[in-house]
Nanobody, 122 residues
Framework: QVLLEEFGGGSVQAGGSLKLSCAASGRTSLIVTTAWFRQTSGKERDFVAAIWSGGITYYADSVKGRFTISKDVVTNTVYLQMNSLKPEDTAVYYC????????????????WGQGTQVSVSS
């Protein structure tokens, strides 16, 4: 079993920055891919960024050049640095982990955090 806990959500004005953290515990050796997804009310959960155990990263087109996903293997923490935030980035952000090499398919992720709210005002 893997447990994921997100930190770092909050409110910011457009153009600002936030950094989200996802702390993994339990059988972390099972994790091959860690990702961030986001969801707004009434919509499906959308892929944001993913990082493989080897360090390769993938991003949704909507966040390329603004968001950076990274990880600290010592603390089993994955980060999402979000810069140049826009109102359309407002959502609940979820950390997800998979035992497989995968990217944007949410059905491939077996473990999910509880989510953290990010609100960007114009």
């Amino acid at each position: 079993q893997v447990l994921l806990e997100e930190f770092g959500g909050g409110s910011v004005q457009a153009g600002g920055s936030l950094k989200l953290s996802c702390a993994a515990s339990g059988r972390t050796s099972l994790i091959v891919t860690t990702a961030w997804f986001r969801q707004t009310s009434g919509k499906e959960r959308d892929f944001v960024a993913a990082i493989w155990s080897g360090g390769i990263t993938y991003y949704a087109d909507s966040v390329k050049g603004r968001f950076t996903i990274s990880k600290d293997v010592v603390t089993n923490t994955v980060y999402l640095q979000m810069n140049s935030l826009k109102p359309e980035d407002t959502a609940v952000y979820y950390c997800a982990a998979s035992t497989r090499l995968t990217t944007k398919d949410s059905s491939m992720y077996q473990y999910w955090g509880q989510g953290t709210q990010v609100s960007v005002s114009s």
